[in-house]
């Protein structure tokens, strides 16, 4: 496992690694609460020896002697007799045994010096019994150290750092404590989640199934609730499900160049992982692309198709392999026609036997007469062994894979049950991928129509842009909703035009919306019809009027003097009566602007009257200005 798979499975686990901080952090400091504060007092010994001789060599010997005392000393510090000691000095409410555990002794190395560590519940008690321990330990050593017959001992203790008062407890330490809690509930979160992740076995990359499929990734499905509840998605194109199947769709073409895959099983190890969801939606993207799709609800045991559309489950597939139907009898069209469904029809004691039949490749040759692709939903492969006789009669296999729920032993059964029987596995589709993990699926990005943002706008103004669209397509969502039912019912209210004429034999009348509709369930209506020869369509505006320009007339003009003196009198400011020139002839008046273009009839016809061309005047969009920046309207 790579450091990138790593940190996925611990952002998948996060709450796993999050709870056990926060626990490691409350141990911690409920261990802080509950502890007594103890205080420490330190005190220093220095060991020495009284040189008995004025030479060197005596010095040098009482040095090695003191330096080989002083690890013992060290374990004496913490002996009962001294602790007793102390205690009688002090008059402690304690026994020698507790004061023992309270003393600590080391040596600091290549030295005779040692320290000595004195921990109690009160300050002034731990100050005053490490003052206690270095006179009490001088007694008792000179006492030990006195050789027969002699008063003085050669060994001394001196006290070279007295305790001082203790001014904070030593422990417990709060932030300390806190920390230490912090980095281990962390690193146990961690630990738990990565050795969860060892221990599932269940698939939650795309990658890796297609690994244990032993094909390549078609496609991954996100969850989507309009999958349960509109059951085709396709429709809105902003749905990042219907965008999956397009893909889906697209994988499909490019699996064999040379030879495409026509019949195609749709199947998946166990029950309830995304077959039959899988299969209608890619037959509906197909039919969008302007394919013949037939698609076969090969699961004779527990048939969805029919349900998941709408449509009748009477005879089928069943009753075209017993010979009581036939094909043309049984296949139902769906919206234009272009998809047709053919059904299971009634269950039959044998299903394994019936779909790995000879009349089973006969009837699939028959359908691939009448269409460019069959689409199979099959039943699973591990319950039942339907899949596996019906899987080598077709194209290829497509295997589908639901996120967090399909094993990868069942996944690895279900890719060897096709090797075993000679099955071809075209891919493995990844289905019911959540939103968390639909970015590491790379199913977190969009792409929509609509204006950018101004040039050189900053990442706020980009963001505010961003959800403005996600807005305004919410609510022309919503509108959409709203208005269906307002729209049907207008439309049922106006008058049907007149139809011009007959529709010629080599123009067919191309089906509406609401043909479409009649293979939902809905009453068929007649189609408009549509003329012999295409109408020119041109666009209705206000007729143009050449504008009328008045001009000046320059008196120093000759060609505009008409009518006016040759000269004029540089005296007068005005010309007399004498010079006035006559009056001008009236100008003829403006021709009335035409009236305004007719409508269009709304169906045209052979005696539909002709328009002169207009010029149409072009209206520059209007540049302004907000806070997201320069746009457009």
């Not at 943002?453 to 959409?480: V, Y």
């Not at 007649?526 to 369509?537: I, L, N």
Request: charged letters at 20%; proline letters at 10%.
């Amino acid at each position: 496992m790579d450091l990138q798979q790593t940190w996925r499975v611990l952002r998948a686990g996060w709450w796993v690694v999050v709870l056990s901080t926060l626990v490691g952090a409350a141990v911690a400091a409920g261990i802080v609460l509950a502890s007594t504060p103890m205080y420490t007092a330190d005190t220093r010994l220095f060991v020495s020896t009284t040189n008995t001789t004025d030479d060197v060599a005596g010095a040098v010997q009482g040095s090695q002697l003191a330096q080989a005392r002083v690890s013992s000393y060290a374990s004496y510090l913490t002996d009962l007799q001294l602790a007793q000691a102390v205690v009688d000095d002090l008059d402690l409410d304690m026994t020698a045994d507790e004061l023992a555990g309270e003393i600590s002794a080391s040596v600091v190395p290549d030295t005779v010096i040692l320290d000595v560590t004195v921990t109690d519940p009160s300050p002034a008690r731990a100050q005053a019994i490490a003052e206690s321990i270095g006179q009490q330990f001088n007694s008792l050593i000179g006492a030990i150290e006195t050789p027969e017959g002699q008063t003085t001992s050669p060994i001394r203790v001196a006290v070279i750092a007295p305790p001082e008062l203790p001014a904070a407890p030593s422990s417990p330490k709060p932030a300390q404590d806190l920390v230490i809690g912090l980095v281990l509930g962390f690193v146990l979160g961690c630990g738990l989640v990565l050795l969860r992740h060892r221990t599932d076995t269940r698939i939650r990359t795309s990658d890796q199934a297609a690994e244990l499929g032993r094909g390549p990734g078609l496609g991954v499905i996100p969850l989507d609730d309009q999958l349960s509840a509109d059951k085709s998605v396709l429709h809105d194109r902003e749905a990042p499900s219907a965008e999956s199947f397009r893909q889906l769709r697209t994988s499909m073409d490019f699996v064999d160049v040379d030879s495409p895959p026509r019949t195609v099983l749709v199947s998946s190890s166990l029950p309830g992982e995304g077959k039959t969801t899988v299969a209608v939606n890619l037959a509906i993207a197909l039919t969008a692309a302007g394919r013949r799709v037939v698609l076969v609800e090969a699961d004779l045991r527990r048939p969805r198709v029919t349900r998941y559309l709408g449509l009748v489950s009477g005879a089928g597939l069943t009753s075209v392999l017993n010979g009581s139907a036939g094909l043309d009898d049984v296949l139902q069209p769906v919206g234009d026609g272009s998809l047709q469904v053919l059904a299971a029809g009634p269950t039959p004691p044998n299903p394994s036997e019936l779909l790995a039949s000879g009349q089973m490749q006969r009837v699939l040759a028959d359908l691939l007469d009448r269409a460019d692709v069959v689409l199979l939903d099959g039943p699973p492969l591990l319950p039942v062994s339907d899949a596996g006789g019906l899987a080598p009669s077709t194209d290829g296999v497509v295997l589908c894979v639901r996120y967090g729920q399909t094993t990868t032993q069942e996944l690895t059964t279900a890719a060897r049950t096709l090797e075993r029987v000679g099955a071809r596995t075209l891919g493995t589709v990844f289905t019911f991928v959540p939103r968390r993990a639909a970015g590491n699926e790379g199913l977190g990005y969009t792409y929509h129509y609509g204006e950018d943002p101004a040039p050189g706008a900053g990442p706020f103004a980009r963001l505010a842009h961003r959800r403005s669209t996600a807005r305004t397509a919410k609510a022309a969502a919503k509108a959409g909703k709203a208005t269906s039912g307002a729209t049907t019912t207008a439309a049922a209210d106006r008058p049907t035009p007149a139809s011009p004429g007959p529709v010629p034999a080599d123009r067919p009348a191309r089906p509406g919306r609401v043909q479409a509709a009649a293979g939902r369930g809905t009453a068929p209506v007649a189609p408009v019809a549509v003329p012999a020869a295409p109408v020119p369509v041109e666009p209705h505006v206000e007729p143009y009027v050449e504008p009328r320009v008045e001009q000046e007339l320059d008196p120093a003009t000759p060609d505009d003097s008409a009518g006016w003196p040759e000269q004029w009198s540089a005296d007068d400011e005005h010309p007399t009566a004498a010079e006035t020139p006559a009056e001008p002839e009236p100008e003829p008046e403006p021709a009335p602007a035409p009236s305004p273009v007719p409508p269009r009839p709304a169906i045209a016809g052979p005696d539909a009257p002709t328009y002169p061309q207009q010029r149409v005047a072009v209206v520059k969009p209007r540049e302004t200005r907000s806070f997201l920046g320069r746009s457009r309207r």
